[in-house]
Nanobody
Framework: QVQLVESGGGLVQAGGSLRLSCSAS????????MGWFRQAPGKEREFVAA?????????NYADSVKGRFTISRDNAKNTMSLQMNSLKPEDTAVYYC?????????????????WGQGTQVTVSS
């Protein structure tokens, strides 16, 4: 089992940057493929980015963030990050990190077994 805690959210102006972090408990963090999802008020949770287990050689991004967001992981520190650049007001949401065991990159939230509590990102225009 793994427990996830997000940090790094906040208020930023459009065009600015934020870096989200997801800290994981447990000794086998490398075994888990990881993802970022977000949920805006009144909307369903949507996929943002995912990174495969271990060396993170495979990543996937939602079209809406491709070229602006970068997902990465540091297995030695049990952390995953999401660097968000050129932020837009439509990026405003609660951002969640998620984990699933195995070598599998998925855009579907039902494929993930563990979730953090979320961190708020607000982008002002």
């Amino acid at each position: 089992q793994v427990q996830l805690v997000e940090s790094g959210g906040g208020l930023v102006q459009a065009g600015g940057s934020l870096r989200l972090s997801c800290s994981a408990s447990g000794r086998t963090f490398g075994d888990y493929s990881m993802g970022w999802f977000r949920q805006a008020p009144g909307k369903e949770r949507e996929f943002v980015a995912a990174i495969i287990s271990w060396h993170g050689g495979m990543t996937n991004y939602a079209d809406s963030v491709k070229g602006r967001f970068t997902i990465s992981r540091d297995n030695a520190k049990n952390t995953m990050s999401l660097q968000m650049n050129s932020l837009k007001p439509e990026d405003t949401a609660v951002y969640y990190c998620a984990a699933r065991r195995g070598v599998y990159v998925s855009e579907l939230h039902r494929d993930y077994d563990y979730w953090g509590q979320g961190t708020q990102v607000t982008v002002s225009s």
